[in-house]
């Protein structure tokens, strides 16, 4: 069997923050309140656009008996736009490729909804590489509840797993799913690196390669 590496998306395949800061304004606008930082976004950014509304709301003088209408609108608007500002991290696409080349199997698990995700790695061309997806609106809890993670090995039928993200939520899932972590230092974790735990974590994905496999033959 094929060995398998399942990726988070936001903040570790791509950088989306800037598309979600925006999409966060343009609702604050639209309810006529100031918007926020990039920063306060960012941190708000790892357990699904719900909760990310849900932050936004405790963050400013939004109304929560109008939860559900604003997670509605800021979907709505934020998956017709979602790639205006998103970009990949410094070489995914072509490590993707060496990895599927090599013989691995690839597939993302991820909080945000199956429409903005399927969008944005179609858009980005990155679509082609992946075997599987697991989005936050499928038929399993959200992360870190390991049952996505866990729908993706049995769909793919792996071998070894390993799942690389780049945040605590992330650290949680594989630990959950009792999977190896790689973490990815890059993208929107709130805690330091060395208080997440992991099996080896990168800042270049030029570098990944190598690290997954020294990972597994030690494993064997």
């Known amino acids: 069997m094929r060995p398998a590496l399942i990726f988070d998306l936001d903040g570790t395949l791509i950088d989306s923050a800037?598309?979600?800061?925006?999409?966060?304004?343009?609702?604050?606008?639209?309810?006529?309140?100031?918007?926020?930082?990039?920063?306060?976004?960012?941190?708000?950014?790892?357990?699904?656009?719900?909760?990310?509304?849900?932050?936004?709301?405790?963050?400013?003088a939004l109304a929560?008996?109008?939860?559900?209408?604003?997670?509605?609108d800021f979907l709505a608007d934020?998956?017709?736009?979602?790639?205006?500002?998103?970009?990949?991290?410094?070489?995914?696409?072509?490590?993707?490729?060496?990895?599927?080349q090599a013989g691995f199997a690839l597939a993302v698990c991820t909080n945000k909804h199956e429409a903005p995700a399927q969008r944005i790695l179609s858009e980005l061309g990155l679509a082609h590489l992946f075997d599987a997806l697991a989005s936050g609106d499928g038929p399993w809890r959200l992360k870190p509840d390991p049952s996505g993670l866990?729908?993706?090995?049995?769909?793919?039928?792996?071998?070894?797993?390993?799942?690389?993200?780049?945040?605590?939520?992330?650290a949680a899932t594989a630990r959950n799913a009792a999977v190896p972590f790689a973490l990815f230092s890059e993208g929107y974790r709130k805690r330091p690196a060395c208080e997440i735990p992991h099996s080896f974590s990168f800042s270049r994905y030029q570098?990944?390669?190598?690290?997954?496999?020294?990972?597994f033959e030690a494993s064997n």
């Open 150 to 170: 866990n729908k993706l090995r049995d769909q793919l039928g792996a071998g070894p797993v390993l799942y690389i993200g780049d945040s605590e939520v992330d």
């Open 64 to 72: 929560p008996e109008e939860r559900d209408r604003l997670v509605a």
């Open 18 to 60: 800037p598309d979600l800061h925006a999409a966060a304004n343009r609702m604050l606008v639209a309810e006529e309140l100031p918007g926020l930082p990039l920063a306060t976004i960012r941190s708000f950014i790892g357990n699904g656009i719900p909760v990310l509304v849900e932050r936004i709301i405790a963050a400013t």
């Open 78 to 100: 934020y998956q017709t736009r979602a790639t205006e500002l998103t970009r990949p991290y410094p070489g995914v696409e072509p490590v993707l490729a060496a990895l599927k």
């Open 207 to 215: 570098d990944l390669k190598e690290l997954v496999v020294s990972l």
